[in-house]
């Protein structure tokens, strides 16, 4: 088995536009993870180049030194609320926490994988990181000790994809063997699926604001979503983009769902209806995407080493809550106009 993710396919720029808010520069290779520090005044992404890197949003330029340990590509970062630590997963089946004061590693590396670890996350209360890797297993680390704790569990084929619920108690993961999972972590058991309906491999999910959905994309370039309770499809699939999509993002308030894809695209969408709000084009392929904790700004990795960051188109007038899922977007209130990197 490949320890390194198969690289995107280059596809022709049909659409060009101003550039976005922001550019960043720094990395020596593709950007496969971003996410924003919850002060949002930076951004943390991590790079096939090995290292990870901290950005200030307002000058941006790299704010303090590159945190360098992984031997090989890092594939994954996950900040802790309080923003001062984050932990990585990267192609030398390691991982790893980091202070983002000190910018050293704290402690040693975690190892127990046998192949690379693609995903991370941290459970909301700041105690555990679940660990998702190439070697089909997922497993639970206590973050202070660094120990492995609980039951691993396994799926079929490479895991692409791990989230902590956001009440903490349940994790869903996407694998190559096109199916979502979701899981009792504390048990090690599976409690909804495998749910089919994807044609190929899945590659990334986000929960609603409830935990009572999941939106799920993959290589078969369609979004999904699901009951969590009953693990049914809710609809049908949307075609969102030509090919690969690579991550999704929802936006703090649940409203805006965010995709990038090797199409080289990143689009946003109604979270309620999936209905296509606004696209971003790029000219190198898109790997990754997060949203600003004021939904302000969406940022996103891209295949050509590069971070763009771009302004969100904001509604006009007040939406209230349709329930506790999803809140009311109106689609007429975006631009729909269409945006390309300047990478010259």
């Known amino acids: 088995?490949?320890?390194?993710?198969?690289?995107?396919?280059?596809?022709?720029?049909?659409d060009s536009g101003p550039s976005p808010v922001k550019t960043f520069k720094g990395h020596e290779s593709f950007v496969w993870s971003v996410s924003f520090v919850?002060?949002?005044?930076?951004?943390?992404?991590?790079s096939g180049d090995g290292s990870i890197r901290t950005w200030d949003i307002e000058t941006g330029e790299e704010s303090g030194d590159a945190l360098l340990g992984h031997e090989e590509q890092?594939?994954?970062?996950?900040?802790?609320?309080?923003?001062?630590?984050?932990?990585?997963?990267?192609?030398?089946?390691?991982?790893?926490?980091?202070?983002?004061?000190?910018?050293?590693?704290?402690?040693?590396?975690?190892?127990?994988?046998?192949?690379?670890?693609?995903?991370?996350?941290?459970?909301?209360?700041?105690?555990?990181v679940a660990s998702a890797s190439y070697d089909s297993l997922i497993s639970i680390w206590d973050l202070d000790s660094g120990e492995k704790v609980f039951?691993?569990?396994?799926?079929?084929?490479?895991?692409?994809?791990?989230?902590?619920?956001?009440?903490?108690?349940?994790?869903?993961?996407?694998?190559?063997?096109?199916?979502?999972?979701?899981?009792?972590?504390r048990e090690g058991t599976l409690l909804v699926g495998p749910m089919e309906g994807h044609e190929r491999d899945v590659a990334s999910?986000?929960?609603?604001?409830?935990?009572?959905?999941?939106?799920?994309?993959?290589?078969?370039?369609?979004?999904?979503?699901?009951?969590?309770?009953?693990?049914?499809?809710?609809?049908?699939?949307?075609?969102a983009h030509e090919e690969t999509i690579y991550s999704l993002a929802l936006s703090s308030d649940g409203s805006i769902l965010a995709s990038v894809s090797s199409d080289r695209s990143a689009?946003?969408?109604?979270?309620?209806?999936?209905?296509?709000?606004?696209?971003?084009?790029?000219?190198?392929?898109?790997?990754?995407?997060?949203?600003?904790?004021?939904n302000k700004l969406l940022a996103t990795g891209c295949y050509d080493h590069l971070i763009y960051l771009w302004n969100v188109p904001q509604l006009e007038g007040d939406k209230q809550s349709k329930n506790d899922s999803f809140f009311d977007v109106c689609p007429t209130a975006f631009l729909d106009a269409k945006f390309a990197a300047d990478t010259n």
């Open 74 to 128: 890092v594939y994954s970062v996950a900040l802790l609320l309080d923003g001062q630590r984050l932990v990585s997963g990267g192609q030398d089946k390691s991982v790893r926490v980091w202070d983002l004061g000190t910018r050293e590693l704290v402690g040693r590396p975690w190892e127990g994988h046998s192949d690379s670890v693609f995903c991370v996350d941290v459970s909301p209360d700041g105690s555990f």
């Open 38 to 46: 919850p002060n949002g005044h930076e951004i943390v992404s991590a």
């Open 151 to 185: 039951e691993e569990m396994r799926c079929e084929g490479r895991v692409y994809f791990v989230k902590f619920s956001r009440d903490g108690s349940k994790l869903v993961t996407c694998s190559s063997d096109t199916h979502v999972r979701i899981w009792d972590w």
């Open 205 to 239: 999910a986000v929960w609603t604001l409830d935990d009572k959905q999941l939106i799920s994309a993959g290589y078969d370039s369609k979004i999904h979503r699901w009951d969590s309770e009953t693990g049914e499809s809710i609809g049908e699939p949307v075609v």
């Open 1 to 14: 088995m490949s320890t390194s993710p198969p690289e995107p396919v280059q596809a022709p720029v049909e």
């Open 267 to 294: 689009k946003l969408w109604d979270a309620s209806t999936l209905e296509l709000l606004a696209t971003f084009w790029h000219e190198g392929i898109a790997l990754s995407v997060s949203f600003s904790p004021d």
